[in-house]
C-alpha cells in the first residue's frame, strides 16, 4: 500500500505500486500479507511502519480452514473502498450468497476506509432493523466494528468544508447507533479462509 504517492492507496500488485510511486520523492510504501492488514495500517501512519519486517504467513491448513467452518450464506455483506488517505471514498452492502447489491452511498470527498467501514455497518443495521429481517452481518474491519460497538466513529480525520457531508452522515449513524436497540449479529468475515468479502470493489 502508497501512504504518499501518486495516488495514495491499497494496490493488489506490485506493478500498480510502483506506477503510484515512482518519481515520488519520499514515497511511503510498504507491502502486506492481507487486505485487511492494509486496511488496518491505511489510516494509521508510515512512521508506525517504518522499518518494520512483515512475518510470511503459510496457506492455512486443513485443519485451519475446518476453524473457521464456512460464512452463513443467510447474511449480508458490507465493505468500503477509497482512493486515498483521505480520498474518495465510498461503500455498500450485498446479499453475501447472491452478492446482489443491497445498497451504495458515495463517493464522498476527502472520507477514509474506516469511516466508509463503519457507515456501512450501521447502514445494514438500519435496513436490516427496517425489514424486521433476522439476516446477521458480515465486515473484513475490526476497526469499524469496534467503533459501532463503542457507539463512535473513532477517526483522525479531521472536519473540512470538502467532507462535511460525509461527517453530517457520521453524526447521523451515530446517532441511530444509540437511540436504537437491535440484535443482529455483526461478524468478522474471515478473508484468510473464505477469500475477499463478498462486498469488495475489486479495486484496491
Known sequence: MVWFGNPAGIYRSW?????????????????????????????????????????????????????????????????????????????RGVDTQTHQELFRQGPFREGTNNIGEFLAIVHGLALLKKQKSDRLIYSDSKIAMGWVLRKKCNTKLKPSHKNQALFDLIARAENWLKQNYYTTPILKWETKAWGEIPADFGRK
Not at 510504501?29 to 511502519?49: M, N, W
Open 15 to 91: 506493478e500498480a505500486c510502483k506506477e503510484a510511486i515512482e518519481g515520488i520523492s519520499g514515497a511511503q510504501y510498504k507491502s502486506f500479507e492481507t487486505l485487511e492488514e492494509a486496511k488496518i495500517a491505511f489510516d494509521k501512519e508510515y512512521e508506525d511502519y517504518k522499518g518494520t519486517t512483515r512475518k510470511k504467513r503459510s496457506p492455512l491448513t486443513e485443519q485451519e480452514r475446518k476453524k473457521y467452518g464456512e460464512p452463513n450464506l443467510y447474511s449480508i455483506a458490507v465493505d468500503a473502498a477509497s482512493s486515498g488517505n483521505p480520498g474518495i471514498m465510498e461503500y
